[in-house]
């Protein structure tokens, strides 16, 4: 069963997201006129 261990807070309204870099540590986020990045401690996975 999934469990929400946070939330991410941004300043506009998120478009999209995708795990990204070498070690998939870091989390890019799309929004309306920015792209934002945040460095994360556990990896996501890769896109299929």
């Known amino acids: 069963e999934a469990v929400c261990l946070g939330v ?3 300043p506009e309204h998120v478009a999209n997201f995708a795990w990204g ?3 998939y ?3 890019y986020i ?3 006129t920015s ?6 401690a556990t990896p ?3 896109a299929l």
């Not at 792209?35 to 994360?40: K, L, M, N, Q, S």
């Open 8 to 10: 991410i807070h941004v």
């Open 44 to 46: 996501g996975l890769p």
């Open 30 to 32: 799309t929004a309306s």
């Open 21 to 23: 870099d070498a070690d």
């Open 25 to 27: 540590r870091s989390l």
């Open 35 to 40: 792209v934002y990045r945040i460095r994360v």
